[in-house]
């Protein structure tokens, strides 16, 4: 059997919307695959009833933790070098340890239909290359600004990394949070966490975007479909989504998508016409 690997993501506020179409991507193409996605309280039954009986047992809804609650924007004077990270759902993916277990784990963004059948395999090469139980990079340095910034896209063997990052170190990074100290959140808080446990990815990777693709669509309401960055629609990504859309857990699921997700692929639609 293939190795197993589990999906984790967030999804807070008004990104709810994105959970079906989350769970029906990353386990519809992947081998051996489960999915984990913290969400709020209030949608959390009624996204599991729209789940099809297929995919129970390899999907796991669940409320995000009370204790997170109680965060608030960050704000602007406080935020390091400026940077607006969306808080505190940015932070709470890598502070609360999913409930799955698998033999490795990708953490990303809710609104990323994860459409390439060959994640895997890249990063357990790339995890070969550098030496790390992880697949990641570290954002380019703007200028006049380190950034100190991991991708938000993160791929790690599950065990060797909770291993390091367990609950104390995590309770020590969420003290500092909620004291008021923002030097640690969000794509800044992964990378203290990476520092202090296994050690950065090689300089040289730094900002090479090549070696942490997307891995599918990035279908963000925050984006124009074919900006520069956009959705990463290309010839691949659109073949790999029309795979998706004959999927039977695509079928049966996509009838109880949000509205407005629909209205967001209408707008895939168009764009993928433009791209051919």
């Known amino acids: 059997m293939s190795p197993s690997i589990l999906f984790y993501t967030i999804a807070s506020g008004g990104y709810s919307k994105y959970v079906l179409p989350f769970v029906c991507a990353a386990i519809a193409l992947q081998k051996n695959a489960w999915c984990e996605v913290l969400t709020n309280a209030e949608d959390v039954e009624r996204l599991n009833k729209q789940l099809p009986e297929m995919a129970k047992g390899h999907v796991l809804i669940r409320e995000i933790p009370p204790q997170y609650l109680g965060w608030r924007i960050i704000p602007v004077e406080k935020r390091v070098d400026g940077y607006g990270s969306r ?48 697949s990641n990079i570290v954002r380019q340095v703007l200028p006049g600004l380190d950034q100190q910034r991991m991708t938000g ?11 390091r990052v367990d609950s104390e170190l995590m309770a020590r990074m969420f003290t500092d949070l909620d004291s008021g100290i923002f030097n640690y959140y969000d794509e800044r808080l ?29 279908v963000a309401s925050s984006r124009a479909p074919t900006d520069r960055l956009g959705w990463n629609i290309n010839p691949t990504t659109i073949a790999q989504y029309r795979a998706l859309e004959k999927t039977t857990i695509w079928q049966r699921t996509k009838g109880n998508f949000a ?18």
């Open 190 to 218: 992964l990378y203290h966490l990476a520092e202090s446990t296994f050690g950065l990815p090689p300089e040289a990777t730094r900002g090479n975007y090549a070696l942490r693709p997307i891995h599918g669509l990035h």
């Open 259 to 276: 509205p407005e997700y629909n209205a967001m692929l209408k707008r895939l639609e168009e764009a993928i016409r433009h791209e051919s």
């Open 87 to 134: 808080h505190p759902s940015g932070s709470i993916r890598w502070l609360e340890a999913p409930t799955f277990v698998a033999d490795y784990i990708y953490t990303c963004d809710c609104d990323i239909l994860l459409t390439d059948p060959n994640l895997l395999d890249f990063h357990l090469h790339r995890m070969a290359v550098i030496g790390l139980p992880y």
């Open 153 to 163: 896209c993160h791929f790690a063997q599950y065990r060797p990394w909770f291993q």
